[in-house]
């Protein structure tokens, strides 16, 4: 049988290794070796061969060391197995005080590339000696535009904590704190904290559903007045901010820090919201098959049918390693290194965090996942959607720098949700008819929430703040209103803004990430369009795995340019919305042939 816990031998034996302390001996003796030979230095700023040298050593301490090497590494995916045991808490603290100090000594670094006067820069970017580094250089470039003096950018971090974070945290504090009597489905009524009582909305039982939401709206409403303050204050805080900097655009901070051009972004928010119809469509369709003329709004997401279909976590890995190997030989050599490694966390126990993750750190550092496998069929999902983040580091691994190991937030989500739907069309295969029913109307589900959803969010934000801009306060009232009005642009008439809706924005944490949401949505779209150039041309996949190679070593749009794709262009983005369009029509095909639903139009 194989591994089923992480085996993280590849960094330390246990807990109290002796290795520890001497590797974080290492980690500060290299850290300022690095610091103490550039920090009085100025050459590098302004002759290229010696910024060659300077980033050959900056990479080098970036793959092996960094500020917290394998402890640091170590101590937080210890942390995610036993989140209760407070020795582990006490380490990792211990690592991450450590790294903090070597970050801010290290900071000068990059700050002081970033500020190279922009007439020197080109003299930089076209030294063949620096071709490795280019696009490492060029996002500095581009977010030194903004950026303001060391002693000012200080000042800035400094403030940030009282202006922002810590409103922030109040907010979520006070939510995580409440909790309230709700009807379970065993016909009990007991007390539940906040996220139990969201979760319970999407309960099968209509009255356990309905109870829960009168609760969470109940929840929404007492902290409506506090999170109104709260929403103001970061507004303004990101109004003030964009201001000194000199940003012009609201969102074009995010922009520039997901390494993706604005009218990109633009192109994006255009297209989906040009088909909305499809969101509509799909909401009327599951309304029709739940049999009520409207879906009230906290019902949008009650799963149809029943998915009762069992995967074991071994059924699990050989479906997917099936499918990996159809694709691509590649991908399945990943995964099996993966599974004979040790690389995997499998099932749920006390203790260990929930959901999952694909964690990686350093160039020279083991890529890591977390399951919490229940034999669902979403477990198998979720399995191969986190191989899809592992398979893409050990790519980027296997191409890249130190310096260009990453993905930006724009195409983060690419290769996880390029893999996850692979297996999800072998598991469609399989299935009978009604089963087929409930798994595509599920994925529908989680496509609409991921792209319609997320770009109607983005531009609730959008608007949100360019009326705080204008107005310098936003009331609950306001802000409710503004809420309703983009929900309703993306669900159409089959969703009704149901009363207490108007406040769900006070528990949405992503609009406190500013303009962060259009990430999701461009990630699925450029993983649909991706999937149906494979399944037109089994061939393209080598262009895939070009692009999961190049991590961030060039922008999205240039690498996509060298693949013959134009992600500026609004067709482009349409291709993947077919694609989702496609899906909801041979829904609608299946549910009229088993009799669900009659004279759909």
Request: proline share 3%; charged share 30%; with cysteine.
């Amino acid at each position: 049988m194989k591994q089923i816990t992480w085996n993280l031998k590849h960094l330390f034996r246990n807990d109290n290794d002796p290795k520890i302390a001497g590797k974080r001996k290492i980690i500060e003796e290299n850290s300022y070796k690095f610091i103490n030979a550039w920090k009085k230095r100025k050459d590098y700023l302004k002759e290229p061969f010696v910024l060659r040298q300077a980033l050959d050593s900056y990479e080098a301490w970036k793959k092996d060391f960094s500020s917290d090497g394998d402890e640091g590494y170590y101590f937080w995916l210890r942390t995610t197995q036993d989140q209760n045991d407070p020795k582990l808490k006490a380490q990792f603290n211990t690592i991450e005080h450590f790294s903090k100090k070597i970050e801010n000594d290290i900071q000068f670094f990059s700050l002081r590339i970033a500020k190279i006067p922009v007439s020197r820069q080109r003299k930089f970017l076209g030294y063949r000696g620096l071709k490795d580094y280019r696009h490492y250089l060029e996002r500095l470039f581009a977010e030194s535009k903004f950026l303001l003096s060391e002693p000012e950018e200080k000042i800035m971090n400094l403030q940030s904590s009282t202006s922002y974070s810590n409103w922030v945290k109040m907010t979520a504090s006070f939510l995580s704190r409440e909790e309230r009597m709700v009807l379970l489905e065993n016909g009990q009524k007991e007390s539940r904290p906040f996220p139990v009582i969201a979760s319970l909305m999407n309960n099968r039982n209509k009255k356990v559903r309905d109870t829960a939401s009168r609760r969470f709206n109940d929840i929404l409403e007492k902290n409506a007045d506090i999170a109104e303050a709260e929403i103001n204050s970061v507004l303004a805080c990101k109004k003030t901010d964009d201001e000194i900097r000199g940003i012009p655009r609201p969102d074009i901070a995010r922009h520039i820090s997901d390494d993706i051009d604005t009218e990109i972004v633009d192109a994006l928010i255009s297209a989906v919201s040009d088909r909305f119809d499809i969101s509509a469509k799909y909401y009327a369709l599951k309304a029709r098959l739940m049999k009520v003329k409207r879906l009230r709004y906290h019902e949008r997401n009650v799963e149809y049918g029943k998915i009762n279909k069992k995967y074991t976590y071994h059924e699990s890995t050989k479906l997917v390693r099936k499918v990996f190997k159809n694709l691509d030989p590649r991908f399945y050599e990943i995964f099996d290194k993966f599974l004979i490694s040790g690389q995997f966390d499998v099932f749920p126990r006390k203790g260990k965090v929930s959901g999952a993750f694909c964690a990686h750190q350093l160039l020279s550092q083991p890529t890591y996942i977390l399951l919490n496998h229940t034999d669902r069929l979403n477990d198998v999902l979720t399995l191969a959607h986190e191989l899809g983040h592992g398979i893409n580091n050990e790519l980027i691994r296997e191409k890249q720098n130190a310096l260009n190991f990453g993905t930006p937030t724009s195409t983060a989500e690419v290769a996880s949700t390029f893999m996850e739907d692979f297996v999800l069309q072998e598991i469609l295969k399989r299935a009978d008819e009604e089963l087929r029913l409930s798994v595509m109307m599920m994925k529908l589900n989680d496509d609409i929430s991921t792209i319609f959803r997320q770009v109607a969010c983005y531009r609730f934000e959008q608007e949100l703040h360019r009326d705080f801009r204008q107005k310098g306060y936003l009331s609950k009232e306001e802000i409710g209103r503004l809420f309703q009005k983009h929900m309703s642009a993306y669900m159409g008439d089959a969703v009704e803004q149901s009363p207490g809706s108007e406040n769900w924005w006070v528990y949405w944490s992503h609009i406190r990430s500013f303009f962060y949401v259009y990430s999701y949505a461009s990630g699925l779209l450029i993983s649909k369009a991706l999937q149906k150039s494979v399944k037109e041309d089994p061939g393209f996949i080598v262009k895939v795995k070009g692009f999961l190679s190049a991590g961030l070593s060039d922008s999205p749009k240039n690498i996509f340019r060298d693949l013959g794709i134009d992600i500026a262009d609004n067709k482009f983005w349409d291709k993947g919305l077919d694609e989702v369009s496609r899906l909801l029509d041979d829904t609608i095909d299946l549910a009229k042939r088993l009799g669900k639903i009659e004279n759909f139009d």
